[in-house]
């Protein structure tokens, strides 16, 4: 199993911590570091900052936001960055949600998830082939465009560029099973919201493709007090779980709920969304934050960590802003 990095997404502006993590990270041995993108920060430009100064860590995205680019643009912005690292770029993708689609990106939420995402990926495998014009007459994505205010000068076209690798590694976030499945189908790996190494039936994997990456992020902290070590996995979840979605849609709520906490899950919805958010966040499990984070002293951390090796995950994606903490993690893992 190997380690990476996740940095998520900006707050109010760059974290100046983040490029030496990162140079630590691969100092460490870190396989890869990855970073988010909501509706701030771009997931694209960090990475190629911080391309710019290591060498050898791989550069992923997770995730990039498919409604924010059309599949040519991501494909643009995948192909520069992997010639400028070196070949260094594995390009993670989701669809996000209505309340993040439609509110900041001003699109409609597709009525068709499933169609929407493979069609993307279609659009983008054949960028980076280059093997002829691109060309797909798809649900959501037309190329060339036949809309009914088209000009119909559009042409069918190949990237100028010569991607570096055609067999450069998309990967999906994926929440639903019918994703998941698809994702099995037509992605290189898959990047789980939440994982826990004890409920890995929940999400019905069966047999993984030959070098399929499976990269859950998890909470990590080194530290005496588990209670208090896990107030940050809480207010993560209480923001995803309460905040990010509709109360007729949210997609993180429902993960929660195939987990085995329905009952909590609908209670920390309904305590956010009244504006009660001190009580959202205090009504999330410790049982729940605790199963999908890796947080308490060393030992703690070095038994719990046997349990996600012992299952399928290929790719073990760190949120920690600690040094001490990535130390650790290493060396427990090496």
Same mark, same amino acid.
């Given at each position: 199993?190997?380690?990476?990095?996740?940095?998520?997404?900006?707050?109010?502006?760059?974290?100046?911590?983040?490029? #030496?993590?990162?140079?630590?990270?691969?100092?460490?041995?870190?396989?890869?570091?990855?970073?988010?993108?909501? &509706?701030?920060?771009?997931?694209?430009?960090?990475?190629?900052?911080?391309?710019?100064?290591?060498?050898?860590?791989?550069?992923?995205?997770?995730?990039?936001?498919?409604?924010?680019?059309?599949?040519?643009?991501?494909?643009?912005?995948?192909?520069?960055?992997?010639?400028?690292?070196?070949?260094?770029?594995?390009?993670?993708?989701?669809?996000?949600?209505?309340?993040?689609?439609?509110?900041?990106?001003?699109?409609?939420?597709?009525?068709?998830?499933?169609?929407?995402?493979?069609?993307?990926?279609?659009?983008?495998?054949?960028?980076?082939?280059?093997?002829?014009?691109?060309?797909?007459?798809?649900?959501?994505?037309?190329?060339?465009?036949?809309?009914? $205010?088209?000009?119909?000068?559009?042409?069918?076209?190949?990237?100028?560029?010569?991607?570096?690798?055609?067999?450069?590694?998309?990967?999906?976030?994926?929440?639903?099973?019918?994703?998941?499945?698809?994702?099995?189908?037509?992605?290189?790996?898959?990047?789980?919201?939440? &994982?826990?190494?004890?409920?890995?039936?929940?999400?019905?994997?069966?047999?993984?493709?030959?070098?399929?990456?499976?990269?859950?992020?998890?909470?990590?902290?080194?530290?005496?007090?588990? #209670?208090?070590?896990?107030?940050?996995?809480?207010?993560?979840?209480?923001?995803?779980?309460?905040?990010?979605?509709?109360?007729?849609?949210?997609?993180?709520?429902?993960?929660?709920?195939?987990?085995?906490? #329905?009952?909590?899950?609908?209670?920390?919805?309904?305590?956010?969304?009244?504006?009660?958010?001190?009580?959202?966040?205090?009504?999330?499990?410790?049982?729940?934050? $605790?199963?999908?984070?890796?947080?308490?002293?060393?030992?703690?951390?070095?038994?719990?960590?046997?349990? &996600?090796?012992?299952?399928?995950?290929?790719?073990?994606?760190?949120?920690?802003?600690?040094?001490?903490?990535?130390?650790?993690?290493?060396?427990?893992?090496?």
């Amino acid at each position: 199993m190997r380690l990476g990095l996740a940095l998520g997404y900006w707050g109010r502006g760059p974290d100046p911590s983040h490029l #030496a993590l990162v140079q630590e990270a691969e100092r460490l041995g870190y396989a890869s570091v990855w970073t988010s993108e909501a &509706w701030g920060s771009d997931a694209f430009t960090p990475l190629t900052w911080y391309a710019a100064h290591t060498t050898r860590i791989r550069l992923g995205t997770a995730i990039a936001q498919m409604a924010a680019r059309s599949p040519t643009a991501t494909a643009m912005h995948a192909l520069t960055l992997d010639h400028l690292s070196g070949g260094r770029l594995m390009l993670g993708l989701g669809l996000s949600g209505p309340q993040v689609v439609e509110g900041w990106y001003g699109r409609p939420f597709p009525r068709s998830p499933l169609t929407a995402t493979r069609e993307y990926v279609d659009v983008l495998r054949q960028v980076l082939r280059r093997e002829a014009p691109v060309a797909l007459d798809g649900r959501f994505h037309q190329h060339p465009y036949r809309g009914p $205010d088209a000009t119909g000068f559009g042409r069918p076209l190949k990237p100028i560029v010569h991607p570096l690798r055609a067999d450069l590694p998309v990967l999906l976030g994926a929440e639903g099973p019918k994703n998941i499945a698809q994702t099995l189908r037509i992605a290189d790996g898959w990047l789980p919201l939440y &994982w826990s190494p004890l409920r890995p039936e929940v999400h019905r994997l069966g047999t993984l493709p030959a070098g399929f990456t499976v990269a859950p992020m998890v909470r990590a902290h080194v530290c005496d007090d588990v #209670a208090e070590g896990l107030l940050p996995v809480k207010a993560m979840l209480g923001f995803y779980i309460g905040g990010m979605g509709h109360a007729a849609r949210n997609f993180h709520a429902d993960l929660m709920a195939r987990m085995g906490y #329905a009952a909590q899950a609908r209670r920390v919805h309904e305590l956010f969304l009244a504006g009660r958010r001190e009580e959202a966040v205090a009504a999330v499990p410790d049982a729940f934050a $605790d199963e999908i984070s890796l947080v308490g002293p060393r030992a703690r951390i070095a038994e719990r960590l046997e349990l &996600w090796r012992a299952g399928p995950v290929t790719d073990l994606l760190v949120t920690s802003p600690d040094p001490h903490t990535l130390r650790v993690l290493a060396e427990l893992n090496s």
